[in-house]
C-alpha cells in the first residue's frame, strides 16, 4: 500500500502565553511535530487544559505561534504558514478551514444559513449572483440541509441541523485541511453518529483531511486513522488507532486508555487512577512533566525530558522506558 503524502508539517511548534511578571511564560504548545497526511484523519486527545484547541488554531494562525512551523503542501509548493505574510496567509486560509464545538455560538443569529454558507464564497471571490445560489444550494445538499430552509436563521434550527450548517460553511471554499474542534462534544449521543458519518462521506467524497480534536475516546476510536497524545503542551505518543487502543506504550496513554469502556460487558478491564494533579503548564516540573504521576517514573524522569522517538514503525512515544515497558508487556493490553 502506497504511504499516503503529507498535506501538514507541523515541526517544533511553539505557543507561549505571557502570565504575570516574574511568573514566567504559560507553555501552551511547547515543541510539537507531527504529519497529516492526505485524506487522514488524524485524532488529538489529552485531559481538558492540555492544549489540543490551541494546537489547532495556532496551525492556522488563529493564534501566533512562539516557534516552529508549519508547512501546508499545496499544488505542489510547500508554503510555511508561519511565515506567510497577510495577503499570503489570507489566500491560503480558504484551503483550511475549522468546525467549531459549539454549533450556536459559531454561527451569527442576524445572518441567514444562506449568507452564512456564502459569506466564504463571497469572502473568497469564489462564486455570485446565480451561481452563488447554486453553490450554496449543492452544500446544503451535501450536508443534508433542505434548500427550502436557507433562508431561515440559525435560532429555527436544532443543535445537529446548526453543525451541519458550521460543516457547509467550512466545506464552501473548498479546502484540503478541516480542524475540527470538539465538533460533535456538544450534540446528543444520537446526532453526533450521524454528524461523524457525514464527516467521514464528506472526507470520502472530497479528499479531505481532519484534526479532529476530542475528549471522546469512543467517537476517536470510530473516525481517526491515527492518534495523538497530548500532555501538557507536548506530544507523548502518536500512532495508529488500533495500536493505541490496544496496546498504549506511554503510562499516560495506557491510563486514558483504560478508562475506555469495554463493548463487551463481561470483559474486565482495570481502570487505572492517576494520582496528583495534571502539571501545571507556567511551572513544569523538571525532567518528564508527566513523573509525578507515572507509576514507572524512575530518577532520570526527574531530571531528564524524553524525546519523542519512534519505538516501533509507526509508533512514536515520548517515555524513557518505553522499550522496556513494550518488552516487560506492562504498557500491553
Do not use: W
Not at 506567510?84 to 445572518?111: C, N, V
Not at 467550512?170 to 465538533?183: F, G, T, Y
Amino acid at each position: 500500500m502506497t504511504e499516503r503524502p503529507p498535506v501538514l508539517e507541523v515541526r517544533d511548534l511553539k505557543r507561549y502565553f505571557n502570565v504575570a511578571a516574574g511568573l514566567g511564560a504559560l507553555k501552551a504548545i511547547d515543541g510539537v511535530s507531527f504529519d497529516l497526511m492526505q485524506g487522514e484523519t488524524l485524532g488529538l486527545v489529552g485531559e481538558s487544559g492540555c492544549g489540543k484547541s490551541t494546537l489547532g488554531r495556532t496551525i492556522l494562525r488563529a493564534y501566533e505561534p512562539t516557534g516552529g512551523s508549519v508547512h501546508f503542501h499545496l499544488d505542489g509548493e510547500s508554503i510555511d504558514i508561519t511565515r506567510a505574510g497577510r495577503k499570503e496567509l489570507r489566500g491560503l486560509r480558504r484551503h483550511m478551514q475549522m468546525i467549531f464545538q459549539d454549533p450556536q455560538s459559531s454561527l451569527d443569529p442576524r445572518m441567514t444559513v444562506f449568507d452564512i454558507i456564502a459569506e466564504p464564497l463571497r469572502l473568497n471571490k469564489l462564486a455570485r449572483g446565480k451561481e452563488l445560489e447554486e453553490r450554496v444550494g449543492r452544500l446544503m445538499d451535501d450536508v443534508g440541509l433542505p434548500r427550502s430552509h436557507m433562508k431561515r436563521y440559525p435560532h429555527a434550527f436544532s443543535g445537529g441541523q446548526r453543525q451541519r450548517i458550521g460543516i457547509a460553511r467550512a466545506l464552501a471554499s473548498s479546502p484540503k485541511v478541516i480542524v475540527c474542534d470538539e465538533a460533535v462534544s456538544a450534540l446528543d449521543v444520537s446526532i453526533q453518529a450521524q454528524i461523524l458519518n457525514l464527516l467521514k462521506d464528506l472526507q470520502a467524497r472530497y479528499g479531505l483531511s481532519y484534526l479532529f480534536i476530542a475528549h471522546d475516546l469512543g467517537v476517536v476510536e470510530y473516525i481517526c486513522d491515527r492518534v495523538a497524545v497530548m500532555y501538557v503542551g507536548r506530544l507523548v505518543e502518536l500512532a495508529s488507532t488500533d495500536d493505541i487502543y490496544t496496546r498504549p506504550l506511554h503510562p499516560y496513554t495506557e491510563a486514558l486508555m483504560s478508562a475506555v469502556p469495554a463493548p463487551d460487558p463481561d470483559q474486565k478491564r482495570s481502570r487505572i487512577v492517576l494520582s496528583g494533579e495534571v502539571a501545571n503548564a507556567a511551572a513544569l516540573p523538571s525532567g518528564c512533566p508527566f513523573h509525578p504521576r507515572c507509576a514507572y517514573a524512575e530518577a532520570r524522569c526527574r531530571t531528564d525530558v524524553p524525546a519523542l522517538r519512534e519505538v516501533l514503525p509507526g509508533r512514536t512515544v515520548a517515555c524513557h522506558r518505553a522499550e522496556e515497558l513494550l518488552l516487560a508487556g506492562t504498557a500491553a493490553h
